[in-house]
T-cell receptor
Framework: GAGVSQSPRYKVAKRGQDVALRCDPISGHVSLFWYQQALGQGPEFLTYFQNEAQLDKSGLPSDRFFAERPEGSVSTLKIQRTQQEDSAVYLC??????????????????FGPGTRLLVL | DQQVKQNSPSLSVQEGRISILNCDYTNSMFDYFLWYKKYPAEGPTFLISISSIKDKNEDGRFTVFLNKSAKHLSLHIVPSQPGDSAVYFCAARGNNDMRFGAGTRLTVKP
């Protein structure tokens, strides 16, 4: 009964460096979400996958951010040429079924522990 | 645009008393609302939810109330316990994403 796992838990990067953050969702979960949480704020949506398809990337702050989920399970969030404003906790969440607007309990999102990124 | 607001950044309550956490939202298209609890260095943990077709959902010590006309929801914890001390996030589900409030830090004093 493993939950959502993320790695690394902490990452320190020099400005301009590329980083890759990994998310292992709960097995069998169709939907996968990435969020960015700045200090003192709630999580902010970045992108959403249904299986391997990236259905919504409207929250990605710039073209330096790229996410993929090639086999519909593990996902990677890549940030190119990191900037200091990218410093945040990056949270991954998964849910059993796709979001449908019906308010089904199976659409509840389960979060990983997050990756804390610090860009110096 | 902050579509979900938690106007109280912190709340302190005595053990055994009721904790009431409040949340306001602006988007009338939100159809599903959730409360998450977060401990330090951990991801948010789902606590309780409510569909927009209901006005109350209860689970043990936790009850969520939804007032659609006021675009307001609240989480009641009774009786409060020291282990309830955490940051509580209100969230509202839109199309593909969830919008979160900034969180309320609850401290339950023994």
């Amino acid at each position: 009964g493993a939950g959502v796992s993320q790695s690394p838990r902490y990452k320190v990067a020099k400005r301009g460096q590329d980083v890759a953050l990994r998310c292992d969702p709960i097995s069998g979960h169709v939907s996968l979400f990435w969020y960015q949480q700045a200090l003192g704020q709630g999580p902010e949506f970045l992108t959403y996958f249904q299986n391997e398809a990236q259905l919504d990337k409207s929250g990605l702050p710039s073209d330096r951010f790229f996410a993929e989920r090639p086999e519909g399970s593990v996902s990677t969030l890549k940030i190119q040429r990191t900037q200091q404003e990218d410093s945040a906790v990056y949270l991954c969440a998964s849910s059993l079924v796709p979001t449908s607007g019906s308010g089904m309990s199976q659409e509840t999102q389960y979060f990983g522990p997050g990756t804390r990124l610090l860009v110096l | 645009d902050q579509q979900v607001k938690q106007n109280s950044p912190s709340l302190s309550v005595q053990e055994g008393r009721i904790s009431i956490l409040n949340c306001d939202y602006t988007n009338s298209m939100f159809d599903y609302f959730l409360w998450y609890k977060k401990y330090p260095a951990e991801g948010p943990t789902f606590l309780i939810s409510i569909s927009s077709i209901k006005d109350k959902n209860e689970d043990g010590r936790f009850t969520v109330f939804l007032n659609k006309s006021a675009k307001h929801l609240s989480l009641h914890i009774v009786p409060s316990q020291p282990g309830d001390s955490a940051v509580y996030f209100c969230a509202a589900r839109g199309n593909n994403d969830m919008r979160f409030g900034a969180g309320t830090r609850l401290t339950v004093k023994p």
